[in-house]
């Protein structure tokens, strides 16, 4: 079962437009939130996090909405560029359990188009 | 760059053998994590170690297996393998025990079983 779902794939935006990834989590114990971006041949590369005492974390063009009430969160790039096309994982972990390894959503890859 | 390497980058080989991964952290870092990528899946937690010891593991096969040496780098070991073990093995690197602190990924070896 799927503790961090990511359920749009892939998406498609145009340049100086909006960008909004979507991500959706089930643990309520899960207290930190990141956002890593993967370029193709290369590692996940970290972008952006957010605890859970906080509902916004701007850094940018990026900034992360946490609604903990919906267990949903959202990264939005504003304006996208064509060099945001990437993968974006988002990855929660809990303060218990194991600790502070990181879990994943499937990602959803992000074009944007000149 | 994330300062964190891996070796080799590709890996081709057949049902049954045995294979070994290697990743350097980034200097200083005494976190290692091991990720497993697969097909349409987000990245799957496996192990970590901390200074050479086991700190944490999640959905790692009894047929594998990780080590981290005294210089720090640590080896992944695969064996019997199947070919559902083709992926992308990423290892990931943090300053600190429990994995609070960003943890930076390496390119990854892909592994390709036939």
């Known amino acids: 079962d799927q503790q961090v779902k990511q359920n749009s794939p892939s998406l498609s935006v145009q340049e100086g437009r909006i960008s909004i990834l979507n991500c959706d989590y089930t643990?309520?114990?899960?207290?930190?939130f990141l956002w890593y971006k993967k370029y193709p041949a290369e590692g996940p590369t970290f972008l952006i996090s957010?605890?859970?005492?906080?509902d916004k974390n701007e850094d940018g063009r990026f900034t992360v909405f946490l609604n903990k009430s919906a267990k949903h969160l959202s990264l939005h790039i504003v304006p996208s560029q064509p060099g945001d096309s990437a993968v974006y994982f988002c990855a929660s972990r809990s303060h218990g359990g194991s600790q502070g390894n990181l879990i994943f959503g499937k990602g959803t890859k992000l074009s944007v188009k000149p | 760059d994330s300062g964190v390497t891996q070796t080799p980058k590709h890996l081709i080989t057949a049902t049954g053998q045995r294979v070994t991964l290697r990743c350097s952290p980034r200097s200083g870092d005494l976190s290692v994590y091991w990720y497993q990528q697969s097909l349409d899946q987000g990245l799957q937690f496996l192990i970590q170690?901390?200074?050479?010891?086991?700190?944490a593991k999640g959905n790692i096969l009894e047929r594998f297996s990780a080590q981290q040496f005294p210089d720090l780098h640590s080896e992944l070991n695969l064996s019997s393998l199947e070919l559902g073990d083709s992926a992308l093995y990423f290892c990931a690197s943090s300053v600190d025990e429990s994995g609070f602190r960003e943890q930076f990924f390496g390119p990854g070896t892909r592994l390709t079983v036939l």
């Open positions: 643990n309520s114990m899960f207290d930190y």
């Open positions: 957010i605890s859970s005492i906080k």
């Open positions: 170690y901390y200074n050479g010891e086991e700190r």
